[in-house]
């Protein structure tokens, strides 16, 4: 318990012992619950603005920048939100708190290139975090690198075998992999567990219009050939 208590302090000294002397901690926290509220209406414009004074006061603390890194995120001002999480990181530099944001930053750019090699950093830390191998397994699926993303949510399935995000994720790489069939078994099953998946939903729906199309032109095929036949023994 003295421990945690510890780092507990260590991680608002930035805060509380440096507030005491040049604002309020009454002051303080009022931004604070302004930010959250005006969060909470999406006014994330109006967050950002509460928080300004303490920044201003404490620009190199970690808590008001990782909160303001979150916040313009929120607001897509992307490229402020990576400075400030930058800001955040120099203080600690082992925080996964900041790669899982700048991980949403990257991924709304569609940089999975970035969201790779963050998610890589997050299994550096943990090799079965959650965060950073389902983060992993999207990036390199958007990379269209199916077989090392299936083995990546293989890995995850081993220890969690009922997960509804890499059940998902299998299914969805399968498919890509064009393993059809096998893509069709496991949507089929996942839907007893999770019925309202919309995901397995919708490639199911895939997979039934696929084999219709490729019945259709067998049988167009054969009605071709057949036809061919005849003519020629007319």
Same mark, same amino acid.
């Given at each position: ?9 260590? =991680? ?11 604002? $309020?901690?009454? !002051? ?7 930010s959250y509220l ?10 950002? &603005?509460? @928080?300004? /004074? ?11 920048? *990782?909160?303001?890194?979150? #916040? ?20 600690? $530099? +082992? &925080? ?5 944001? @700048?991980?949403? =930053? ?11 090699? #963050?998610?890589?950093? @997050? #299994? ?11 983060? *992993? ?8 690198? *199916? /077989?090392? %993303? =299936? ?6 399935? %081993?220890?969690? $075998? !009922? &997960? ?5 994720? @299998?299914?969805?790489? #399968?498919?890509l992999c064009e *393993?059809?069939?096998? &893509? ?10 999770? $019925?309202?998946n919309r995901i ?6 895939? =997979?039934?219009?696929?084999? +219709? ?22």
């Amino acid at each position: 318990m003295k421990a945690i208590l510890t780092w507990f302090i260590i =991680i608002f000294i930035g805060l509380t012992n440096c507030f005491a002397d040049e604002m $309020p901690n009454e !002051t303080i926290k009022s931004c604070y619950y302004q930010s959250y509220l005006h969060e909470s209406q999406k006014r994330y414009a109006d967050a950002i &603005s509460d @928080l300004k /004074a303490v920044y201003l006061k404490y620009p190199n603390t970690y808590t008001i920048n *990782y909160r303001l890194g979150w #916040l313009y995120y929120l607001n897509q001002n992307f490229a402020n939100a990576i400075t400030h999480l930058n800001q955040a990181t120099a203080v600690f $530099p +082992q &925080s996964a708190e900041t790669i899982k944001v @700048l991980i949403l =930053i990257y991924q709304a750019q569609e940089n999975w290139v970035e969201v790779e090699t #963050l998610a890589v950093q @997050l #299994l550096k830390r943990s090799y079965y975090s959650i965060d950073g191998n389902y983060w *992993y397994a999207i990036a390199l699926k958007m990379q269209g690198k *199916y /077989a090392l %993303a =299936i083995k990546i949510v293989n890995k995850m399935l %081993a220890i969690q $075998p !009922t &997960s509804e995000i890499f059940l998902q994720e @299998l299914g969805e790489n #399968l498919f890509l992999c064009e *393993y059809i069939d096998d &893509s069709k078994s496991l949507y089929t099953n996942m839907l007893i567990l999770y $019925p309202h998946n919309r995901i397995a939903q919708s490639y199911l729906n895939k =997979i039934d219009t696929l084999k +219709q199309k490729e019945a259709d032109t067998t049988m167009n095929k054969n009605e071709a050939h057949v036809q061919n036949h005849f003519n020629l023994h007319k």
